[in-house]
C-alpha cells in the first residue's frame, strides 16, 4: 500500500509566522518580541516579510 502524505505550501510570511510561534511557544523572548531589523537580519529575509509575519499573528 502506498500512503500519501499531504503537502502543505506555505508563503514566506506564513512560514516566518509559523517560526514565530515555535519561537514563543518555545519562550524564547521571555518579555518582548525582538525588532524586526534584527529579526529579519535572523532569518536572512526582508523586514517587510517580517511584518506581514506579525500581522499574521495579530
Given at each position: 500500500?502506498?500512503?500519501i ?25 521571555a ?10 537580519a ?10 506581514a509575519a ?5
Open positions: 500500500m502506498i500512503e502524505m499531504a503537502l502543505s505550501i506555505l508563503s514566506p510570511s506564513h512560514q516566518d509566522a509559523s517560526h514565530l510561534c515555535e519561537e514563543l511557544l518555545a519562550s524564547r523572548w518579555h518582548e518580541l525582538p525588532g524586526t531589523p534584527a529579526l529579519a535572523e532569518l536572512g529575509v526582508d523586514r517587510k516579510m517580517i511584518m506579525y500581522n499574521l499573528l495579530q
